[in-house]
């Protein structure tokens, strides 16, 4: 026997327990984490439906939320500290449980290896480790949520010092704020550990025939991806550390001397309320792109395959990603034009944010061009894609205003921005979820999910976003700073509050809809049409193996690569696919 | 379902656009010196940007019609080297030179030397509350010291009693005068947690940050009354830090200063 294919085998586990719990199985790791997402991707939704509440009707009562809320809804109608914990937990549940698990570690963990034609990955029990330590820090948040003394309010961006002052700053700030920070400081570890597993099954178990060229972009995205968990996480895991220090050890990094507050006089001295935004926004801004990688690669992914075409410049792609995920890393700045930073280091940030564009919009043509002249098939998956990078556009071109500094003086901090990122890093990102669920439902639990279902999640969620996400622009336009409860305050703010109860009512009605979604998936499970090995004809190496994949995914088989990942429509071949393991001759 | 989602691209982008054409939702009216500088490079972002996001979503729309899969094979059309070249040069062009225009407009407005005659003000944030302060006939402000802040004897700021020049130094919270068509200058502080002094007809943003002294400049070009808003959030009542600007004529300053001198 083959001695490379010897080190990969593993005996599959018998018992229930180390079979669908502690699981060193890539694919129910990847199943554990898409559970894990929508989990926290209902938490979320329900904490946004409390905020719209509050902002569609500010001093509305609520006696059946206050019978569940007694705190929240002292007095009546919900407190402004309330609102912003809401605010606050439904941005940290989304950017670190919903949009990096789901993506990254979700559809990662099932597919990239699999894509690469390896039996797991690298290191499965570390794997194993990644996703429990994951589900700690999301139970340790859960308990921020309801910490005594209420959950933290300083945003998901926690900026010092509010953040670190402990219980002075306001309610939440106590306990909550303690246990947001530990958890926090926990995922990052738990990320950092499925980084290193992507990167070393992509750089050394791929599979005879699979060079780095032919690699899906779905696999070249979650690489990327990974490199810049990698080198992000830690960084903020380093902070995380430092502001716990500052909280419960009486250190001072982020705190400076001579603080009063609420009438008393703090003894911290010496640190430094910036290096906190550097240090979050040092991570905070690659996150972004952990964010949104993957979804680019599954949109790829699937225009080709629904297109029947290949992917338009795959190479260009392939740089693409890279020069996205490399600029990245020095765009940081950016959120912090207004912060007191030099403003002579916000000309230079400007400078190469506006550079991260250009592989931006290679990647939106290069779309574009794939869909030229193909024959494009509409299922469920390729819908979603299709309003991928639609979305991408529209919360991408704003990136344009917001990248400047003269400009941002007025619109940062704005609802102008919450328009901006909930379009390009939210609502893109999730549409890339969806696109893949459906794509991939079938490989995962050998049953399709119903398109007719689908298609009326589809054009919900579509309309919903945009009637959302797009008056929020407006909202900015006109001034109306973000993270405040209500607007009735400012004069200059009134006549918007329609705008808000548009938003609002639009929100209900998308997330309600969001119910099908979960109807579809469960229902399918059981009642699915059975799928088949390649229920989409698709090229990849999921696809030549059975629907869902046995234990070590290829048998007693190694996969051998002769293709490119996106040969469809070649002229002269028997079929309009050759897939990546067919044999040379199926390309004449 | 290919025309539907065609032309419900097509529809986001014309709707989209025309609300910002007609202008249903608009900056609030501008009244200062520097903002139209801003404004305008605003109002040109904003037509580049709704012109790529048009087009876009129109090509897209047009596309998911045209190629809706009828029975004709797909092309094997996957590159193209020239027309690659051609619009990644054209968007380094537009992009890079869309940044370099913006910080010019940038650098003039935080390189603008502060002129002799400014009006110096100093603003002490704090939670929820704007302390402003302004040296009185002197023309210097006196010392201050944190250890002296004692807000339940409405010493907000920490002001030194044994400093003579802060004798005559004007004290308001949440009111802020200054005169019409006269350079200020505002030093921004902090004296609990991050803030963000935001004036949105004067096209002003900044962050007050506990720890650091932070100046803004401008010129108001319109007498009346005019609201400033905490732009970064501060606690629980973020949403009703407001405070009040009052842009006045020299004369009405003089005087107002005069009387709040008194107080």
């Known amino acids: 026997m083959d001695v490379h294919v010897a080190a990969h085998q593993h005996e599959a586990p018998t018992g229930f327990v180390r079979k669908y719990i502690f699981s060193m199985d890539h694919k129910v790791i990847g199943i554990q984490y898409l559970m894990l997402a929508m989990v926290a991707v209902t938490v979320g939704m329900i904490l946004s439906v409390l905020m719209r509440l509050r902002l569609a009707w500010p001093l509305e009562k609520w006696p059946m939320l206050a019978h569940i809320f007694p705190e929240g809804f002292a007095g009546g109608p919900m407190t402004p500290e309330f609102y912003l914990a809401m605010l606050t937990m439904h941005g940290t549940i989304m950017v670190f449980f919903v949009l990096t698990t789901a993506p990254l570690s979700g559809f990662g963990n099932y597919f990239l290896p699999i894509q690469v034609g390896a039996r797991d990955m690298a290191f499965p029990f570390m794997n194993m480790m990644s996703f429990w330590v994951t589900f700690v820090a999301f139970v340790v948040m859960l308990m921020a949520l309801f910490a005594t003394g209420g959950a933290p309010i300083a945003g998901w961006t926690a900026y010092t010092p509010l953040s670190a002052v402990g219980a002075i700053g306001g309610p939440g700030m106590g306990a909550g704020q303690t246990l947001w920070v530990i958890s926090i400081a926990i995922f990052c570890a738990g990320s950092l550990l499925t980084a290193l597993n992507f990167l070393t099954t992509v750089l050394n178990l791929r599979a005879r025939g699979m060079s780095l060229m032919r690699m899906p972009l779905t696999s070249w995205a979650w690489f990327t991806t990974a490199i810049l968990a990698l080198l992000a996480f830690p960084v903020l895991l380093a902070g995380g550390v430092l502001l716990l220090l500052d909280r419960v050890g009486g250190s001072s990094f982020f705190i400076p001397a001579g603080l009063v507050i609420s009438d008393k006089h703090l003894t911290n001295s010496g640190g430094s309320p910036l290096l906190w935004q550097h240090l979050f926004w040092f991570f905070g801004h690659p996150e972004v792109y952990i964010a949104i990688l993957p979804g680019m690669g599954v949109t790829s992914h699937i225009l080709s395959t629904f297109s029947r075409k290949p992917v338009f410049a795959y190479k260009a792609m392939v740089g693409a990603i890279f020069a996205i995920g490399f600029i990245s890393y020095v765009v940081w700045g950016h959120h912090m034009f207004m912060s007191g930073m030099s403003p002579y280091t916000a000309m230079a940030f400007s400078i190469t944010t506006m550079a991260v564009g250009v592989p931006s919009a290679i990647k939106t043509f290069n779309w574009l061009a794939t869909l030229w002249k193909g024959q494009i098939r509409f299922t469920c998956a390729m819908l979603f894609s299709l309003g991928f990078v639609s979305l991408f556009v529209s919360g991408g071109v704003t990136g344009m205003l917001l990248a400047q500094p003269a400009v941002d003086i007025f619109l940062h901090d704005t609802y102008f921005v919450v328009a901006h990122f909930h379009i390009i890093m939210g609502v893109a990102a999730i549409f890339g979820i969806f696109a893949g669920m459906y794509y991939w439902y079938p490989k995962m639990f050998g049953r399709l999910m119903h398109e007719g279902w689908g298609k009326v999640h589809f054009w919900f969620s579509l309309v919903g976003v945009y009637c959302i996400f797009m008056p929020m622009h407006f909202l900015g336009l006109a001034g109306h700073p973000r993270r405040y409860a209500q607007l009735t305050e400012f004069k200059y703010l009134l006549h918007l509050q329609p705008l808000h109860l548009f938003i609002s009512i639009a929100a209900f009605i998308t997330i309600t809809a969001q119910v099908i979604f979960f109807f579809n998936f469960f229902w399918s499970l059981k009642k699915g049409k059975p799928a088949g090995d390649n229920p989409w004809e698709s090229t990849s190496l999921e696809w030549s193996i059975p629907s869902p994949p046995p234990f070590d995914n290829f048998g007693p088989i190694e996969p051998i690569v002769h293709h490119g990942p996106y040969e469809y429509s070649v002229p002269g071949a028997a079929k309009d696919y050759i897939m990546q393991t067919d044999p040379p001759e199926a390309r004449p | ?263």
């Not at chain 2, 003039?108 to 502060?114: H, L, T």
């Not at chain 2, 009693?161 to 004007?170: F, L």
């Open chain 2, 1 to 263: 379902m290919a025309l539907l989602l065609g032309l419900f691209f097509v529809a986001v982008g014309t709707v989209t656009v025309g609300i910002f054409l007609f202008k249903v939702w608009w900056l609030p009216e501008l009244i200062s010196v520097h903002g139209a500088a801003i404004d305008d490079q605003l109002v040109m972002t904003l037509i580049i940007a709704g012109t790529v996001f048009f087009l876009a979503q129109i090509a897209l729309g047009y596309f998911i019609w045209k190629f809706r899969g009828q029975g004709r094979a797909a092309s094997y059309w996957h590159e193209n080297p020239k027309l690659e070249f051609t619009w990644t040069f054209i968007t380094l062009v537009i992009f890079v030179g869309l940044g370099i225009s913006g910080n010019r407009i940038w650098a003039a407005y935080f390189q603008a030397p502060v002129p002799a005659d400014a009006v110096m003000v100093e603003l002490t944030a704090q939670q929820f509350a704007w302390n402003f302060r302004y040296p009185g006939a002197d023309g210097v402000l006196g010392r201050t010291n944190p250890a002296l802040i004692d807000d339940a004897n409405g010493n907000y700021i920490g002001l030194d009693p044994k400093d003579p020049a802060g004798k005559d130094d004007v004290t308001t919270q949440n009111i802020m005068a200054i005169p019409v068509n006269r350079p200020i200058r505002v030093m921004l502080r902090s004296k609990d947690v991050t803030h963000s002094f935001f004036v949105p007809q004067l096209r002003v943003k900044q962050d007050a940050v506990p720890g650091l002294g932070i100046g803004v400049s401008f010129t108001a070009t319109k007498i009346g009354e005019f609201e400033i808003a905490c732009a970064e959030l501060c606690g629980m009542q973020h949403y009703k830090m407001r405070g009040r600007l009052l842009v006045m004529t020299q004369a009405d300053f003089d005087q107002w200063l005069k009387t709040r001198a008194a107080m």
